[in-house]
């Protein structure tokens, strides 16, 4: 049984259209029967359910991260763990006894090395939620939310990944398909590794046009094959030489989605615009998109 | 000493406008002549200085420790790899461990634990920190920029962060008004960039990713105890969304200080890499974000809201 090829939507920049563009991906192929099976790895801020609809089946505690413990009864109060922190993150309390600040610890348990008493233990913390569903075309769905402030996104990003994984191969699906954080940090970096092909979204505006040359600077580090579609490409004159830049780095731009009220209309009732609005540009021009895909797909190239 | 005014704009989703918000205020205020300090915390991504058309000028490295180890002092023991929370250092039987600098997080374990002190210090670089300023103007930018590859955007994060205190620490900078421009999201890197703040301006767009991740941005100022406030922006794209929002804002007492209207100028304004208040000052979004950097003026500085004190870098 061949493995399914595991493509991860990002852009470097947020906001130029990932969800957009993977909800439309998901629905397209749910209608023509290309088994996918869908990840959400924007664990900070988790958004496709909103528009794919999400029927829960499961979810668990992700307890991945690890933060300091003090015992006050064993604690001499010397300040060896305040002084050795690398991070700040232990703070001397009036009692003298030094109290973790939780957003500021990442529990690599230096202060328990150098701990005379034996007062510090690392224990496990939440990181988040991991949820495992349905969407609502019937597509099985992982999906995780960051406890707020935590560090260590990437880590919970592997495990939305292992469990797709787990269940692609299960149901023996063609595509894994993943949509990734803004950004090129922890959760992008860790959504990339290993994973076949990354499409990059990117708006032909400076702002997008660098962070999606970022990103796929990162992607093409980790040896994955890399597109790009041009979201709005119309919004501005700059859009040619947008997509060149795209090419010339390794993306191939694979469609050209225009400026569509549609596709606000649609965000705005939490369903992917090829379902409500078909016939409108941008709904044709996804379309193309995951027509190519789909071609790359056969030719076992992505 | 007068301690600048604070402002993080956040706002969990990318893309709302966080950046177009933190800019348009930055310039306005500039131009009426406050001495303001615009930080770019978007580490993985930093744009201010092309939304104001600036050449940034690197400042300066942000490192890590990295270990070194001295072949000649190392017993082979393996302490220093079995203690490693990270993984990055693999003991090798009969030779001195190897390191993997991609997975090291420069906590030092490993230096702490070697009994034959045969470990110093070296650097592993995640980013570094830039420096932008208008030419005659008052307005300074700050920002720094993640390496592509590195995943650590925290600590580059909370490294300008640090630097930025050390600015308002020294009297020479003198900023009436620090705006820090926040990364999308709810992670670590988002709280080392509110964290000093004083006041939270929270962007949102009305459609239900913008709603489910305010929610999630409003989280993040609570558990920082930050007075929050909301400005919607492309206000006008949905009446239903808008809507919401503001059901949301009522039920959580959050004041919403402007809503923003979606505006071919601020696209003309995105290309052209000059902030829409300047550019086409009579339009919509222009003369919506003037009132909003007024009643944030107001806010902020002129009604001069109970000083925390600095905290040492």
Sequence with gaps: ?302 | MKAPFILAVAGGKGGVGKTTVAVNLAAYMADRGLKLLLVDADVDNPNDHVNLGLEPVKLKDITVFAPVIDARKCTRCGTCARECPEHALLAAPGREPIFFEDRCSGCRVCQLVCPEDAISEGHKALGHIFRAREGEGSLELLGAELKPGEARSPLVAKALMDEVLARLGNARGGYDVVIVDCPPGVSNTVVQAMRHARLALLITEPTPLGLSTLKLALKVAEKLSLPAYLAVNRADISGHGLKAVEELAASRGLPILARVPFDEAAVRASVEGVPVVRLEPRSRAARELVRLAEVVLELGVMRGQPQRELEKP
């Excluded at chain 1, 920049?13 to 192929?29: C, I, W």
């Excluded at chain 1, 988790?46 to 829960?56: A, D, K, N, Q």
């Excluded at chain 1, 099985?140 to 919970?156: F, I, R, T």
Aim: aromatic share 4%; hydrophobic share 40%; net charge neutral.
């Design chain 1, 1 to 302: 049984m061949s493995e399914a090829t595991e493509l991860v939507v990002v852009s470097g920049k947020g906001g130029v259209g990932k969800t957009t563009v993977s909800a439309s991906l998901a629905f397209f192929y749910s209608t023509q029967r290309l088994e996918a099976v869908i990840a959400d790895a924007d664990v900070d801020t988790p958004s496709l359910h909103l528009v794919l609809g999400f029927r829960l089946k499961r979810s668990e505690e992700a307890r991945l991260s690890k933060k300091a413990r003090v015992d006050p009864a064993k604690c001499v109060r010397c300040g060896a763990c305040v002084r050795t922190c690398p991070y700040g993150a232990l703070e001397q309390g009036q009692d003298g006894v030094p109290e973790p600040i939780w957003y500021l610890c990442e529990g690599c348990g230096a202060c328990r090395v150098v701990c005379p008493s034996g007062a510090i233990d690392i224990v496990p913390a939440r990181t988040g939620k991991l949820v495992e569903g349905t969407t609502r075309y019937g597509q099985p769905m992982v999906s995780a939310q960051l406890e707020v402030g935590e560090h260590n996104s990437g880590l919970l990003v592997s495990q939305v990944r292992l469990r797709a994984r787990a269940i692609a191969a299960e149901r023996g699906a063609k595509l894994l398909l993943v949509d990734g954080a803004p950004g090129i940090g922890c959760p992008v970096v860790s959504s990339l590794v290993g994973a076949d092909a990354a499409l990059v979204v990117a708006e032909p505006t400076p702002e997008s046009l660098r962070g999606a040359l970022r990103v796929l600077q990162v992607a093409r580090h980790f040896g994955l094959k890399t597109y790009s579609v041009l979201n709005k490409y119309d919004l501005s004159p700059f859009w040619q030489e947008a997509a060149g830049k795209l090419a010339e780095a390794g993306a191939p731009v694979l469609a050209l989605v225009p400026y569509d009220k549609a596709v606000v209309d649609a965000l705005a009732q939490g369903r992917p615009v090829p379902e409500l609005y078909p016939s409108s540009r941008a709904a044709e021009a996804l379309e193309e998109l995951a027509e190519a895909l789909e071609g790359l797909l056969k030719e076992g190239r992505p």
